[in-house]
């Protein structure tokens, strides 16, 4: 169980174009999704939190017009990287949570295998 | 500013040795202490997690020390083995927040 997907696992696009990629969860339903992302040797930098429904919050430095994030239902969430230039190129990884438990502690996080952007 | 503290950067180890690996916070609010291990190319999968009710929890070769009073837990790999080489993350969230504070990820090599 708890399977989250990316689709694509892999992809070039040239400068100037915009990119989709989605995040599903396959066997739960998930209230919250998480985009991170991640330079190689590094740590993950969360961008944006969804949830089903509403708008992303984004991390401080992270330009929500330039990361569109779509929550539309419970299991798929999409990163549009817009105008898309060589230093966007990067890992994203989505993670998807079923959000709180009564009592305010979260459920776990699963992550998704990443996506490679290369920009040229 | 970092919120999880996470060392060593990489580690080399022997098969059948003992990987250990180190991560600090300073908010006490933390109370979920979760460790992912990441493959090149992969994303971060979860091992294993410890909440602050407990000192210790085990689960098959990994273990998961706490000390709520230093504010420090470890990762211990017993008996390593060429397979565990990943690149291995501790993590930490506190209850009503979602977000996930990642440590810096320390790079396993175990040599056979």
New interface residues.
């Given amino acids: 169980g708890a399977v ?1 997907s ?1 689709h694509p696992s892999r992809v070039i696009c040239k400068s100037g174009t915009s990119v989709k990629i989605e995040c599903r969860s396959l066997d739960f339903q998930a209230t ?1 999704m ?1 985009w991170y992302r991640q330079f190689p ?4 930098m ?1 961008m944006a ?1 969804s949830n089903e429904g509403s708008k992303a919050t984004y991390e401080q430095g992270v330009e929500k017009d330039k990361f569109l994030i779509n929550h539309a239902s419970l299991t798929l969430s999409t990163l549009t990287v817009t105008s898309a230039h060589p230093e966007d190129s990067s ?1 994203y ?1 989505c ?1 998807a ?1 079923q ?2 438990r009564a ?4 459920y ?7 996506t ?1 952007l290369t920009v040229t | 500013q970092q919120q999880v503290k996470q060392s060593p950067q990489s580690l080399i180890v022997q098969k059948g040795g003992i990987s250990i690996i180190n991560c600090a916070y300073e908010n006490t609010a933390f109370d979920y202490f979760p460790w992912y291990q990441q493959f090149p190319g992969k994303g971060p999968a979860l091992l294993i997690a410890i909440r602050p009710d407990v000192s210790e929890k085990k689960e098959g070769r990994f273990t998961i020390s706490f000390n709520k009073s230093a504010k420090q837990f470890s990762l211990h790999i017993m008996d390593s083995q060429p397979g565990d080489s990943a690149t291995y993350f501790c993590a930490a969230s506190k209850t009503g927040a979602n977000n996930l504070f990642f440590g810096t990820g320390t790079r396993l090599t175990v040599i056979p």
């Fill in positions: 989250v990316q919250t998480f040797k590094q740590s993950l969360l939190t890992f990884i993670s949570s959000g709180m009592g305010g502690s979260s776990e996080q699963y992550f998704g295998p990443g490679r």
